[in-house]
Nanobody, 114 residues
Framework: QVQLVESGGGLVQAGGSLRLSCAAS????????MSWYRQAPGKKREFVAV???????SYADSVKGRFTISRENAKNTVYLQMNSLKPEDTAVYYC????????WGQGTQVTVSS
């Protein structure tokens, strides 16, 4: 069984920063990509950022230059550093880890006040 535990969400004012973490544990082997998605109220879940096993990254246009994804392979952990936050970044953020199968975290709420 695989578990993804997310942390770091919260309430922040516009222009502020938050750092999300997602740690994978259990029977998970050979993690390939690790990524973040988000879902705002009344909207579909959308891609935010991804990092490959080799460290290559890709971002949604809406977060480029503000968010940074990173990973610590020894800890099976992925991070999302979010700077210059905007009210439109308010959403539940989910991590996704792909190994031999895809696994999702339970989500962590990020709320940005104007």
């Amino acid at each position: 069984q695989v578990q993804l535990v997310e942390s770091g969400g919260g309430l922040v004012q516009a222009g502020g920063s938050l750092r999300l973490s997602c740690a994978a544990s259990g029977r998970i082997f050979s993690i390939n990509t690790m990524s973040w998605y988000r879902q705002a109220p009344g909207k579909k879940r959308e891609f935010v950022a991804v990092i490959s096993s080799g460290g290559g990254t890709s971002y949604a246009d809406s977060v480029k230059g503000r968010f940074t994804i990173s990973r610590e392979n020894a800890k099976n952990t992925v991070y999302l550093q979010m700077n210059s936050l905007k009210p439109e970044d308010t959403a539940v953020y989910y991590c996704k880890v792909v190994g031999t199968a895809a696994y999702w975290g339970q989500g962590t709420q990020v709320t940005v006040s104007s």
